[in-house]
C-alpha cells in the first residue's frame, strides 16, 4: 500500500495513522486501510441487492466546531481528535429522487480509533458496529434517503413555526456521527462517565429528516434537536403541503440489558418509556429487534417537535410517578414580556432548593441569573424548568411561552 498522506490529505491510511479533518475520506482499497467507505450497495423494495450507480458516492469526514480560514495546510486541515471532541460526517452524496425513497443504501465505514458511538441520519433502518480500537472500528449502515426542507435561520421554535414554509428542499441522506467521550464530570451531553456505559451504547441510532438536527445524552435521556420548515415549498397552484416527518430511536440491547437492567427487550413496553413532544407528554412505540429496541416518538411533521426520551430501569416504580414518568408539566401560556425587559424566575415557578431546578430559554429570550430577560427584538421565547423528582431523575416541573413585543 502506498505511504499514508501520499495522495492526499486522507489517502492510504492504516491503524496507525490519524486523519486530516475536512477533507472526505477515500474508497478502501486495500485490507489494511482505515478511515475510507467499502462499495455502497442498493437494495430494492423487492429485496434485490447490487452495486449503486457512480454518481452515488459514500461522503464522511471528521471535524470540530469552525471552519478552514487559513492557506497553512496544518491550520486548514488539522488532524482529528480521536476521543470524541470531534464527529464524524456521515452520508450519501449525489442526486436522489422520488423513486429512491423506496431504496435502502447499504455501505461500511471503516472508522479506525474512532468509536462510532452513536449515529444520526436520515431514515436508518439498522446499522452493526464490528472491530475495535486496536485493529480499527467499522459501521455499517442501512438506510434510505429523506425528505429534507430548507429555510435559512430555521433553528427552533421561534425561527421556525408552524407557519414557516421552505425555500425548497430536497431528498438527502446526510448526518453525522459521535464518539461518547469519557468524562464524569462534563455537562456537555456528548460524554458519559464510564468505558462501560459508553460501550453499551454503542450501536445507538436516531432516525431524523429534520435540517436542524442534534442530539444530547444527560441523565440517561435522549435529548433530540429536529427542526424544519412546517411546510414544503409552494407547487406550481400555490400550495404547500406539510412537511412529512420523523424521530426514531434505537437503544442497543447491550444498553437495555446491563444499563437499564431488564432481562428480556420485549419487557421494554410503551409505558417503561418516558418520552415528551413538542413539551408535551406523549406515548412511544417500541419495536424490539433482535440487537436493541427502537422507539418511535410518535413525530410525522415538523417544525421543532424535539422529542426527549428515556427508558426507564427495570426497578423503577410505575406508581410513583405519572405512566409517562414525569411530573405533568403545564400547557403553554402566552403570556407577553416586553423587549429588553426582564421578570423574576421565581415569578414563574417556585421550586424547593432541594430538587435543584434547572432553568432553560429558547427563543427570543435567555437566563440571566434569578431572571429570564427578553430579547430586544420581537418573537416567542419558551421558559422550562426541570427538577429532581423522587428518583433522582429530572423532570419537567413548568414550561411558560410568551410573547417578545
Excluded at 419558551?382 to 411561552?401: A, E, H, I, P
Aim: proline content about 7%; glycine content about 8%; aromatic content about 8%.
Amino acid at each position: 500500500m502506498p505511504a499514508a498522506h501520499s495522495f492526499g490529505p486522507n489517502s492510504f491510511l492504516t491503524i496507525s495513522d490519524v486523519p486530516r479533518q475536512w477533507n472526505n475520506w477515500l474508497a478502501c482499497q486495500y485490507e489494511t486501510q482505515t478511515y475510507c467507505y467499502e462499495p455502497l450497495k442498493i437494495i430494492d423494495s423487492s429485496g434485490n441487492e447490487q452495486p449503486a450507480q457512480g454518481s452515488l458516492i459514500p461522503n464522511t469526514n471528521c471535524h470540530g466546531n469552525g471552519s478552514p480560514s487559513s492557506y497553512n495546510p496544518e491550520v486548514i486541515n488539522p488532524l482529528c481528535d480521536l476521543t470524541g471532541a470531534h464527529w464524524m460526517e456521515v452520508g450519501v452524496g449525489g442526486a436522489f429522487t422520488k423513486t429512491d425513497l423506496a431504496n435502502t443504501y447499504r455501505w461500511k465505514l471503516r472508522t479506525g480509533k474512532i468509536e462510532p458511538s452513536v449515529l444520526m441520519l436520515g431514515d436508518t433502518q439498522q446499522t452493526v458496529v464490528g472491530g475495535d480500537a486496536t485493529t480499527g472500528w467499522t459501521l455499517e449502515i442501512w438506510a434510505k434517503p429523506a425528505v429534507k426542507a430548507y429555510l435559512e435561520g430555521c433553528y427552533s421554535a421561534s425561527t421556525c413555526p408552524k407557519t414557516s414554509v421552505a425555500r425548497s428542499s430536497e431528498i438527502a441522506l446526510a448526518g453525522y456521527c459521535r464518539m461518547l467521550s469519557i468524562d464524569s464530570y462534563s455537562q456537555s451531553g456528548v460524554s458519559v462517565s464510564t468505558v462501560e456505559l459508553r460501550s453499551a451504547l454503542r450501536g445507538t441510532f436516531i432516525a431524523t429528516n429534520g435540517i436542524s438536527q442534534s442530539w444530547k445524552f444527560s441523565l440517561d435521556t435522549f435529548f433530540v434537536t429536529a427542526v424544519s420548515p412546517h411546510f414544503l415549498p409552494p407547487d406550481s397552484s400555490g400550495k404547500s403541503e406539510i412537511t412529512p416527518g420523523f424521530v426514531r430511536v434505537f437503544l442497543p440491547k447491550a444498553y437495555i440489558i446491563l444499563d437499564r437492567g431488564y432481562k428480556s427487550l420485549s419487557l421494554v413496553t410503551p409505558e417503561r418509556v418516558k418520552l415528551t413532544v413538542s413539551g408535551e407528554n406523549a406515548t412511544a412505540k417500541v419495536t424490539p429487534t433482535d440487537h436493541g429496541i427502537l422507539v418511535d416518538t410518535g413525530v410525522t411533521h415538523f417544525s421543532a417537535p424535539n422529542p426527549e426520551m428515556m427508558v426507564l430501569k427495570a426497578d423503577d416504580s410505575l406508581t410513583a410517578v405519572p405512566p409517562a414518568s414525569v411530573v405533568p408539566s403545564a400547557k403553554p401560556t402566552l403570556a407577553t414580556l416586553k423587549k429588553g425587559k426582564s421578570k423574576t424566575l421565581s415569578s414563574i415557578a417556585k421550586p424547593k432548593a432541594s430538587q435543584r431546578p434547572k432553568w432553560t430559554a429558547s427563543g427570543a429570550c435567555r437566563i440571566s441569573g434569578t431572571r429570564v430577560v427578553a430579547s430586544k427584538k420581537s418573537g416567542t421565547c419558551k421558559v422550562t424548568v426541570r427538577v429532581l423528582n423522587t428518583k433522582k431523575k429530572y423532570v419537567v416541573l413548568k414550561t411558560v411561552s410568551y410573547k417578545v413585543s
